[in-house]
Every structure is written in structure tokens, then in C-alpha cells.
């Protein structure tokens, strides 16, 4: 890999909208990771609050589980699974929900839970059963299942006998209760043999793994992050420490369970807050989400990206004496254009939390709920230490205003991604400088510690040796365009016809879902000036094109 021109110098930046702090901001709420390692505990079991108040809602008339039930069925013994060992790999393939929940939290205790999206392909069900490797499936059963959950669970399965795993069971939910499950083996599955873990407890430790996803990145197959019992905890305590939900509040999920936002930026989050957790079944569809806001119990925050965001405001436009009930929303895994922030304070009348996290270092930063919030800024480090260091293999720490990559440290940072026998190469031997890991993110900090991301170095545009970012240009573009009635401008394409002092390189800046169609719009004139007020003339686009999504 060749040495990353990271920059360094410092130059002027916009620092966009700045929310002033409340009169009830209190600073010692800021905690880091480091301050929830001290104490005698091993498991995130540990930070459960243990009360009768009712914790987890279905939206199927279910009976809500409470923390209690949660904690005390979690360490039950009818989930104890023979054969499953603390270092073996179960898979969880079925729909987000309810069951999904509270299976992660009831195996994690007792093994490595790698929950998978329900609806991959046969192949890449075959690379998943074999890379991480699974030893056990969990699988639900198919009374409940509609026609396509049901199709796709069939082709879990299968793959799973192809790949000669043993353990194959499937979970009967709970007919009474949100989130409450049986298990029993499944048809395809082996008669279940072997030794049981016995009381979860008693035997695991805060370096032992209990949840492994599969990451993106720079090598041509996903890597795997593997995730401890003290990542997940102190993770999931930062996280409740920054949105500073409580007993009041009501979480709604929208965000797939198979993934970190969802498992630990959500459900763990609003468990540590003593607040309740709505479970939104299935795939993200906007119109039940749009329900779910006039129905008990009232959401009062979620947390999603920028064109779920979207969605939900078109609807609420569209309804008729909307009353908005949400305080807090946090935005997730994708960057949220501080015009598209204003819109949404203004219009839920709520606190818009614009946040920086990834499965291997979970959370990173947030801006503070009650403190001084900066819209196009992703806050203060709110878990492990954040450091802007020059471009690898350098270890040099960027002072404000320089630019550089971010890089993370502290308990809820991965140690390092697994090798497997396909990699050529350890990829932990670029991803580590000097105990940090680095998030291949481009950003720089102001005077106050916050965080402001560029992009990834990769996917910045090269226009004539001028390197731009395309969410910058994106959110000058998006207030003044003629397209601003649309709920998000769909792509920014950049043109090179016809420029001399180089080769300009096109890539799409930030698309959104929210528009029907797949017709594509360009026109010349016009669209310059649009940004012209707030861009310089290098960096304005010579095309602006619009894709369906």
C-alpha cells in the first residue's frame, strides 16, 4: 500500500450551525469508555437494569417484556445449546424483531452470536458459514413467516446442510410475550449431542468474543471484527451516556439487527437508559414507521440514516394535525447535511444528534444533547480516545484545523480483525499505528474537540489535482437547487469535457432514497450559480445530475 497524502496544513473551514447548550447541560455527564472498565463485572449481562417496568414492545398486541424477564431469561438454562461451546460461532438468520433481540443477548452470553442478513445469497451464505466459521444455525420457524421469509429462511438452511452443519435449530416465538422463545432442532438438523455450557456466568470473562460481524473495507473480502464482552459493554454504556435517554423515553429500532446500529447503538443503548425499546419487525418499511408515531407506546427517539430521516418527515407533511412526540434523534451511519438537521429541529421539534460510529470502534463521537451541538460536526469523542494523525505509515498527531485520518483507542475498540487463509496479508498491519486503530476517514478538529469528517480519502473527487468533498458540495447545493422539493437531491456526478490542467474523476456524492424513477436529469447554466454563494469556482460542478433511486 502506498503511503496515503493525508495533508496536514491547516486550512479554513466552515464549522456550519451551532446550537447553543441548554441551561440544564451538565458537563460530568461526558464519560468515556475508561470510566466504565474500573468495577467488579464481566459481561454486558452486568449493566442490565433489573426492574419490573416493562422494556421491550412488539407491535402485534404482544404482552411488553419487562428488564427483569429480559435478564432472568437471558441466563435461563432452556437456552443452553449442546454441543455450542464459549469460542463456538452460532448464526441468527431471521427477520429483525422482537426474537432477534432478545436472541442476541441470551447466546452471546454463552458463545459467538454472528447474526446475518436474512436475505443473502446461496453464495454468500456458503462464504459467511465458512469464514467466520458456524458450528450452529437459529433459524425461526416457519409458521410465522410470511412467503419471502420463509424463501429466503429455505435457503439458509439448505446452505447450512451443504456446508455440513450439524446444529440446525429454530425458534418458536412467544405467543404471549414480546421477544420470549423456544428452540427446538430443526428437520435438516443432527440429533443434538455434546456437553452443555452450564450456568453462563460462571465461566465468561470480559475478553471473551460474544458478537462477530463481517466488515467492508480495503481487501477484496469482507474482514471480521470480532467484538468482547468489554467492547460491547463499555460501548453500549458511552452510548447511553451520550443520548441521555431515561425511564421516560421510548425507543423506536429501525435499523436492522444484524448490524452494530442496531444491536448495540440501539437495543443495548436504550437498555442501560432504563428506557423502552420498540421493535419494528422486518425490513424498514416508512409508512409503519410513520404509525408507529401515534401509537402507545408514543416514540419519543430513534436513531437511522439520513433517508429514513427523510421519510418520515415526507409523511408527517403529507398527514394531517401531525403532532410530533420525539425529543431526541440521532443520526447514523451515513453523513447528515447540517440544511437537512435544520429542517428537522425545526419541523419534530426535536434534538438532532448527528453521531460518528463504526463496528470496530462503537461509538466514537456524538454531539452532546444538552450541551453545544454543531450540525455539521459529529461531536466530541464520546468513547475511546480520537486522534487525527497524518496518513499511514506516519504516526504524526494533527493539530486543529489540519486534516488527516481519524484514528480511535480505548476499551470499546476492536483488538484487531481476524486472519483468514484467504488474506495475503495481515490487515491489522495498516490498520494499527501506535495502539490506535485507523478508521480510514478523513477529518480534522476544531479548537472544542470536535469532530469533523471529510470522507474517505478514496472516495473524495480528483478534479484537476483538486481534491473536493462531495458533501460539502451536496449541502450548498441542496437549499438552492429547483430540485429542493424533492426529499433529497438523489447524486452529484461531476464532468471533465473539455478542462485542460488535468483528468477530472467522477464519483457520486451521497445518494438517498426518497425518489421513484430512474430518468436522469443534466443541465448546464444555472446550476453554478445555484452554489456560487457559498463554493468556490473550483470546486462548483460543470454537470449536475440527478439519479432515481
Given amino acids: 500500500m502506498e503511503a496515503q497524502d493525508m495533508g496536514g496544513a491547516v486550512q479554513a473551514h466552515d464549522i456550519g450551525p451551532v446550537m ?112 467466520l466459521p458456524c458450528k450452529g444455525l437459529v433459524v425461526q420457524k416457519a409458521d410465522g413467516l410470511d412467503a419471502e421469509d420463509k424463501a429466503a429462511t429455505t435457503i439458509a438452511v439448505a446452505q447450512a446442510r451443504k456446508k455440513k452443519i450439524q446444529i440446525i435449530l429454530q425458534l418458536i416465538p412467544s405467543p404471549e410475550v414480546a421477544g420470549l422463545f423456544t428452540i427446538e432442532k430443526h428437520a435438516a438438523g443432527k440429533p443434538l449431542t455434546g456437553e452443555k455450557l452450564g450456568p453462563p456466568l460462571e465461566t465468561v470473562k470480559r475478553e471473551h468474543v460474544c458478537l462477530v460481524l463481517h466488515t467492508s473495507g480495503t481487501t477484496k473480502k469482507p474482514k471480521i471484527v470480532p467484538i468482547t464482552h468489554e467492547s460491547m459493554a463499555t460501548g453500549g454504556m458511552c452510548h447511553a451516556a451520550a443520548n441521555l435517554l431515561g425511564p421516560d423515553d421510548v425507543f423506536i429500532n429501525t435499523m436492522p439487527m444484524f448490524h452494530i446500529a442496531g444491536l448495540m447503538e440501539n437495543l443495548l443503548m436504550s437498555a442501560y437508559s432504563g428506557a423502552k425499546f420498540i421493535a419494528l419487525p422486518g425490513q424498514y418499511q416508512a409508512h409503519s414507521f410513520f404509525a408507529a408515531m401515534s401509537k402507545e407506546p408514543l416514540p419519543t427517539s430513534y436513531s437511522a440514516v439520513p433517508a429514513h430521516h427523510m421519510s418520515l418527515m415526507t409523511l408527517a407533511k403529507e398527514a394531517k394535525n401531525f403532532e410530533s412526540p420525539l425529543r431526541v434523534i440521532r443520526n447514523d451511519s451515513a453523513a447528515l447535511l447540517p440544511s437537512l438537521a435544520e429542517q428537522m429541529e425545526e419541523f419534530f421539534k426535536a434534538t438532532v444528534l448527528p453521531a460518528y460510529s463504526m463496528t470496530e470502534a462503537n461509538p466514537l463521537c456524538s454531539n452532546p444533547r444538552f450541551g453545544v451541538r454543531k450540525l455539521k460536526s459529529v461531536g466530541p469523542a464520546v468513547g475511546p480516545e480520537v486522534a487525527v494523525m497524518e496518513g499511514w505509515p506516519g504516526n504524526k498527531r494533527m493539530g486543529p484545523g489540519e486534516e488527516g485520518e481519524v484514528c480511535v483507542s480505548g476499551p470499546c475498540v476492536m483488538k484487531g480483525y481476524e486472519m483468514r487463509p484467504h488474506m495475503d496479508k495481515d490487515p491489522n498491519a495498516e490498520a494499527f499505528t501506535d495502539g490506535y486503530m485507523r478508521s480510514g476517514d478523513k477529518g480534522w478538529m476544531d479548537e472544542d474537540g470536535y469532530l469533523y469528517l471529510i470522507g474517505r480519502f478514496k472516495e473524495l473527487i480528483n478534479r484537476a489535482g483538486e481534491k473536493i468533498s462531495p458533501f460539502e458540495v451536496e449541502d450548498a447545493l441542496k437549499p438552492r437547487c429547483f430540485l429542493f422539493a424533492w426529499p433529497v437531491p438523489a447524486c452529484l456526478r461531476w464532468s471533465g469535457a473539455g478542462r485542460k490542467g488535468g483528468r477530472e474523476e467522477g464519483r457520486k456524492g451521497g445518494r438517498e432514497e426518497g425518489r421513484k424513477g430512474g430518468r436522469e436529469e443534466g443541465r448546464k447554466g444555472g446550476r453554478k450559480q445555484t452554489g456560487r454563494p457559498r463554493l468556490v469556482c473550483q470546486v462548483l460542478p460543470s454537470l449536475w445530475g440527478s439519479l432515481g433511486s
Fill in 20 to 131: 447553543p447548550a441548554q441551561s440544564c447541560y451538565d458537563p460530568k455527564a461526558h464519560k468515556m469508555a475508561t470510566d466504565f472498565v474500573g468495577g467488579d463485572w464481566k459481561t454486558f449481562w452486568d449493566f442490565l437494569p433489573d426492574k419490573d417496568e416493562p422494556f421491550l414492545f412488539s407491535t402485534d398486541g404482544r404482552r411488553p417484556l419487562s428488564f427483569k424477564e429480559l435478564k432472568a431469561f437471558i441466563v435461563d438454562e432452556k437456552n443452553d445449546i449442546p454441543g455450542m461451546g464459549r469460542e463456538d460461532r452460532l448464526c441468527l438468520v431471521f427477520p429483525t424483531g422482537p426474537e432477534l433481540a432478545v436472541a442476541y443477548l441470551a447466546f452471546a452470553v454463552r458463545c459467538t452470536v454472528a447474526p446475518l442478513n436474512l436475505y443473502l445469497r446461496a453464495d454468500e451464505f456458503d462464504f459467511e458459514y465458512d469464514d
